[in-house]
């Protein structure tokens, strides 16, 4: 499978999931409440859901800078930094749809190869820490762009649910039923 393959569906699938969970919640709760889970953390040492939507935002896009070795353009450095500073301004649902909608247009404007010859190409990581990774460009996808992707994406599930919103592995996998054989739907 090629990079396209696997990055591009992937993070297309599950963002749609992630956008869909916050029209769940915003009608779910009164207008103030769902305004207010913007800011609703799993621990206080922990970033709040609007910061989990922004870097799911930016890690859907990060990928394909990092392994074509380019610079990340400055809309989502801007977007980095603001997810670290959601805390103090988390923003609107609106906001945050609008977040998602972006990183989709960019997700389906990418050329149906566009990642595939740089499987093998060096990627290198470098922490705040000072800890730099060096991996292919095939390592990466698998073991930094995916897994950071889905930390985020998981981390704000898991925010909606303890929020009391009501959501379930349907929601969360809802590009299956793409895949579902006909007449295999159980009755309720």
């Not at 705040?128 to 889905?150: H, K, N, V």
């Not at 919103?165 to 349907?170: F, R, S, T, V």
Request: aromatic share 10%; charged share 20%.
């Amino acid at each position: 499978m090629s990079l396209t393959d696997l990055l591009v569906p992937t993070y297309s699938h599950m963002l749609k999931a992630l956008s869909g969970w916050l029209d769940k919640a915003q009608q779910q709760l009164p207008d103030n409440e769902a305004e207010t889970l913007l800011s609703a953390r799993l621990a206080p040492d922990m970033y709040p859901l609007s910061s989990q939507v922004r870097f799911s935002c930016l890690q859907a896009q990060e990928a394909s800078f990092r392994l074509k070795g380019e610079p990340l353009p400055e809309y989502l450095n801007e977007l980095a930094r603001s997810g670290q500073n959601a805390g103090e301004e988390p923003g609107s649902l609106s906001d945050a749809q609008k977040q998602i909608d972006r990183a989709l247009s960019f997700l389906k404007n990418l050329a149906p190869d566009e990642l595939d010859t740089f499987a093998s190409q060096p990627v290198s990581i470098e922490l705040p820490s000072g800890m730099i990774f060096d991996m292919t460009g095939e390592q990466y996808a698998r073991d930094w762009a995916l897994a950071q992707f889905y930390f985020h994406l998981n981390t704000a599930y898991s925010i909606l649910r303890n929020r009391g919103i009501e959501l379930g592995k349907a929601d969360y996998v809802q590009h299956m039923f793409a895949y579902l054989r006909p007449g295999t739907m159980p009755k309720r």
